[in-house]
T-cell receptor, first 111, second 113 residues
C-alpha cells in the first residue's frame, strides 16, 4: 500500500529564511510525486510535480528514491508563502491518477 | 472557464438524513475524483469516475456511500443515513484525462448534528 508522511504539522520561519518541508513516501514501484498548496480561502492547487523538474515560486523539490523522500525547499521564504502544503503520490499505470496525500504542513512566514 | 464547482459549500444534516454533494467539472474534463478530508488529516481518495462509469471506488466505504457521474449533469456523491463520523470536507477534482493534473473544487463541508 502507498503512504505519504509529512512529519511536521507546522513550520514557522522568518521572512528571508530558508524553509524545507519534509515528505517521505512508501511505495514499491516508481511513483509520481507532487506538492499541492492551499492558500487562505483558496482551493487546493498544484505547486509542482517531480517529473517536470521545474522551480515554481522559488520552490524546488528533488525526488530521492534511495531515501524515498520528496522534500520541498525554498531558500528565502516570503510572507505570501504562508499556506498549507500537501505532498501527494500517484501510482503510474494504475487506472486514473488517484492521489495519496500526506497529512499536510502549515507554513507560517513571519515578517 | 470557471473551474471546478461544488455545491453546496456547507451542508448541515441530522443523523439519519441523506446528504447529496454535487461536483461540476471544468469544461472539457471527463474525469472526476472525490476525496474526503477529516479534521486535522490529509485528503483521502474515495472514488474515480468517468462519464457514466465508476473506474475505481477502492476508497469508498462499503455502505451508505455512492457516487455517479451521469452523461448529463454534475457528479453526485450521495451519503445515506449520515452519522457524526461523516462530518468532513469533501473535495472534488477533475482532469481531462486520467494521467493529467487534477484541478480541485472549493470543497463541501458537511456537518452532521
Amino acid at each position: 500500500a502507498q503512504r505519504v508522511t509529512q512529519p511536521e504539522k507546522l513550520l514557522s520561519v522568518f521572512k528571508g529564511a530558508p524553509v524545507e518541508l519534509k515528505c517521505n513516501y512508501s511505495y514499491s514501484g516508481s511513483p509520481e510525486l507532487f506538492w499541492y498548496v492551499q492558500y487562505s480561502r483558496q482551493r487546493l492547487q498544484l505547486l509542482l510535480r517531480h517529473i517536470s523538474r521545474e522551480s515554481i515560486k522559488g520552490f524546488t523539490a528533488d525526488l530521492n528514491k534511495g531515501e524515498t523522500s520528496f522534500h520541498l525547499k525554498k531558500p528565502f521564504a516570503q510572507e505570501e508563502d504562508s499556506a498549507m502544503y500537501y505532498c501527494a503520490l500517484s501510482a503510474p499505470g494504475a487506472a486514473g491518477n488517484k492521489l495519496t496525500f500526506g497529512g499536510g504542513t502549515r507554513v507560517l512566514v513571519k515578517p | 472557464n470557471a473551474g471546478v464547482m461544488q455545491n453546496p459549500r456547507h451542508l448541515v444534516r441530522r443523523r439519519g438524513q441523506e446528504a447529496r454533494l454535487r461536483c461540476s467539472p471544468m469544461k472539457g474534463h471527463s474525469h472526476v475524483y472525490w476525496y474526503r478530508q477529516l479534521p486535522e488529516e490529509g485528503l483521502k481518495f474515495m472514488v474515480y469516475l468517468q462519464k457514466e462509469n465508476i473506474i475505481d471506488e477502492s476508497g469508498m466505504p462499503k455502505e451508505r456511500f455512492s457516487a455517479e457521474f451521469p452523461k448529463e449533469g454534475p457528479s453526485i456523491l450521495r451519503i445515506q443515513q449520515v452519522v457524526r463520523g461523516d462530518s468532513a470536507a469533501y473535495f472534488c477534482a477533475s482532469s481531462p484525462g486520467g494521467a493529467n493534473e487534477q484541478f480541485f473544487g472549493p470543497g463541501t463541508r458537511l456537518t452532521v448534528l
